[in-house]
């Protein structure tokens, strides 16, 4: 009797694996080419695409190689993360997306693939009826695009967000206002290290100020040529100091912020911005940094975890730039 090759087995059932991803690949990538067209309302920033996408991803990966090969648990978990990791990769390759983007999506989407992996390796395995495994695969395949047509009229809403970060400050609140009214050109030396820089979000340069009082403009720049407008609208010297904000979105090139994630954009804005100073005791004084934000998407409940975050990391930023200014003096 001829003994079985146990390397022989292991090379298909990886080839199987490989094959799965696959094809899990072209899925994703292809919906993701054909949200360019945006035929019938399916785009992007969809719940069809941003969720059942990577759902359907790691389900007909898992049960492609589930059908000719039975495998793990825990095959069904991991395996859909490569072909969802790998179509991530090619829409930067392809300039489609940009790695602030693809890192917000990755942890939502990762998440999705495997539920969508565990329901193929379900499907495969127990359904008997291949009919029935035929059908169970197509619904899920055509998911993304049959939400399209109507969920914006469902789940789209636009969401104003408050952030605010506090620092206190060993100087006088005027040594303070005088390091927030205007903000003198920032060296990157004085930034703290911060992973919303890492994923690609613009450090902060400078705030110049027209002249003081309510009206006075503030032109705020950020590196990549990310560039606001703020007209101030609350003047209390050492007190307050309020302000509308205007991206000024036509100047900002792609290259820095992709459109999903450009301010001023469909979904996402900074609308105001506010500094408060209280005075307390031993010569500190309580620095208050507040922003508000737009979100309109079809799932801000997911998308006001990064904004929120993200807001908040830039302002503590800028906070601790103030304040080491201010105690440096």
Not at 100 to 107: A, D, G, Q, R, T
Not at 185 to 198: G, H, K, N, V
Not at 246 to 268: C, K, M, N, W
Request: aromatic share 10%; glycine share 8%.
């Amino acid at each position: 009797m001829l003994e079985s090759d146990p390397s022989g087995k292991e090379l298909k059932k990886s080839s199987w694996l490989i094959a799965g991803a696959a094809i899990g690949f072209l899925y994703g990538f292809g919906l993701r080419l054909l949200s360019n067209f945006h035929p019938a309302g399916f785009e992007v920033m969809t719940l069809g695409f941003t969720f059942f996408m990577p759902f359907g991803m790691g389900c007909v990966s898992v049960y492609f190689a589930e059908i000719r090969q039975a495998q793990r648990i825990r095959t069904w978990i991991w395996l859909p993360w490569i072909p969802l990791v790998a179509a991530l990769a090619a829409t930067m390759l392809t300039f489609l997306e940009g790695f602030i983007c693809v890192v917000m999506f990755l942890p939502l989407g990762m998440v999705l693939a495997t539920c969508g992996g565990l329901l193929g390796g379900v499907a495969a395995r127990l359904i008997r009826s291949q009919r029935i495994k035929n059908v169970t695969m197509a619904c899920v395949m055509i998911l993304p695009l049959v939400t399209a047509p109507w969920e914006g009229r469902v789940f789209h809403a636009l969401e104003l967000r408050e952030v605010e970060n506090v620092v206190d400050v060993q100087a006088s609140p005027e040594t303070v206002w005088r390091n927030i009214e205007r903000v003198r050109a920032i060296r990157t030396d004085e930034l703290p290290t911060s992973w919303t820089r890492r994923i690609g979000f613009p450090d902060p340069i400078e705030a110049t100020l027209s002249h003081e009082g309510i009206g006075g403009v503030r032109n705020a720049s950020f590196a990549g040529g990310l560039y606001f407008i703020e007209t101030v609208d609350v003047w209390e010297p050492e007190r307050r100091l309020g302000f509308t904000i205007a991206a000024q979105t036509d100047s900002i090139p792609p290259t820095t912020l992709d459109e999903h994630v450009r301010v001023g954009g469909p979904y996402f804005d900074v609308l105001r911005g506010e500094y408060r100073l209280e005075a307390m005791p031993n010569g500190i004084t309580r620095l208050h940094l507040s922003s508000r934000h737009r979100i309109s998407t079809d799932f801000n409940w997911y998308a006001h975890l990064w904004t929120d975050a993200i807001m908040s990391d830039l302002q503590k930023r800028i906070l601790q730039v103030v304040r080491h200014r201010c105690e440096a003096r």
